[in-house]
């Protein structure tokens, strides 16, 4: 007489498919547009002259000053990060040797905001300073968006509304969950390329003046999650 299965084998799955344990395997995918969280964009500050020394000086001013402007906006920036900083000679166009004709320096300063509504007067406020460039801006989501969980929810939603309509059309219903995984698609709100499609626009000024407020509307991003879901089905009548 073969043993009585104890407690914890008899609640073994069999994760095999057999008439008398049918299985399902579907996918579902979550989908939703939502607001951005963040703006980023990059700030170029400039200074060019035939003095190497008074470039370098020029530079540091403008830099201190953009950086003064930033962090007078408080907890509206979230990051201010130098990307990179430069200063070369520019040769004569009509000398030989090692003959320079001016020097230009430049220092590349990447900015994220925390808070749109400031965007429209930041902006242009930036981009009116003597040598400075704007490029952006780029909206994205924070990390821990609460919109990466919920397409999330609705991509297992989804995989279960579609496995239980092939179940009742086989007239049958779900039994249990086998396993449930990621198909492997980007991190959700991220294009299938890498990185979020830029909405960039540039600024640059020359000399200081009164910065208009700019209107810039945010661009929506579009959340999506994909998972693979199998099931076990109650045997049909077939």
Same mark, same amino acid.
């Given at each position: 007489?073969?043993?009585?299965?104890?407690?914890?084998?008899?609640?073994?799955?069999?994760?095999?498919?057999?008439?008398?344990?049918?299985?399902?395997?579907?996918?579902?995918?979550?989908?939703?547009?939502?607001?951005?969280?963040?703006?980023?964009?990059?700030?170029?500050?400039?200074?060019?002259?035939?003095?190497?020394?008074?470039?370098?000086?020029?530079?540091?001013?403008?830099?201190?000053?953009?950086?003064?402007?930033?962090?007078?906006?408080?907890?509206?920036?979230?990051?201010?990060?130098?990307?990179?900083?430069?200063?070369?000679?520019?040769?004569?166009?009509?000398?030989?040797?090692?003959?320079?004709?001016?020097?230009?320096?430049?220092?590349?300063?990447?900015?994220?905001?925390?808070?749109?509504?400031?965007?429209?007067?930041?902006?242009?406020?930036?981009?009116?300073?003597?040598?400075?460039?704007?490029?952006?801006?780029?909206?994205?989501?924070?990390?821990?968006?609460?919109?990466?969980?919920?397409? $999330? =929810?609705?991509?297992? #939603? %989804?995989? &279960?509304? +579609?496995?239980?309509?092939?179940?009742? /059309? @086989?007239?049958?219903?779900?039994?249990?969950?086998?396993?449930?995984?990621?198909?492997?698609?980007?991190?959700?709100?991220?294009?299938?390329?890498?990185?979020?499609?830029?909405?960039?626009?540039?600024?640059?000024?020359?000399?200081?003046?009164?910065?208009?407020?700019?209107?810039?509307?945010?661009? $929506? =991003?579009?959340?999506? #999650? %994909?998972? &693979?879901? +199998?099931?076990?089905?109650?045997?049909? /009548? @077939?």
């Amino acid at each position: 007489m073969p043993p009585i299965p104890g407690p914890e084998e008899s609640a073994v799955t069999h994760t095999h498919p057999t008439p008398a344990a049918p299985q399902v395997t579907v996918r579902g995918e979550g989908r939703l547009e939502v607001e951005p969280e963040l703006a980023r964009f990059w700030l170029t500050v400039s200074a060019r002259g035939g003095d190497r020394s008074a470039v370098l000086a020029d530079l540091t001013r403008r830099n201190t000053e953009v950086l003064g402007l930033l962090r007078a906006r408080g907890t509206a920036v979230g990051k201010v990060e130098t990307g990179g900083f430069s200063i070369a000679p520019e040769p004569s166009r009509r000398g030989r040797g090692e003959q320079v004709r001016a020097y230009r320096g430049r220092v590349r300063i990447g900015v994220e905001l925390t808070d749109l509504t400031v965007l429209g007067e930041l902006v242009p406020e930036l981009a009116d300073r003597e040598q400075t460039e704007v490029d952006g801006p780029w909206w994205e989501l924070r990390p821990d968006s609460e919109a990466y969980a919920q397409a $999330r =929810r609705l991509a297992v #939603a %989804e995989a &279960v509304r +579609r496995a239980r309509a092939y179940a009742e /059309a @086989l007239g049958t219903s779900l039994g249990s969950l086998l396993e449930l995984s990621d198909a492997g698609l980007p991190e959700p709100g991220m294009p299938r390329g890498g990185g979020f499609a830029p909405m960039a626009v540039g600024y640059a000024a020359e000399e200081a003046g009164g910065a208009p407020v700019l209107d810039l509307e945010p661009q $929506r =991003r579009t959340v999506t #999650a %994909e998972v &693979v879901a +199998r099931f076990t089905m109650l045997p049909p /009548a @077939l």
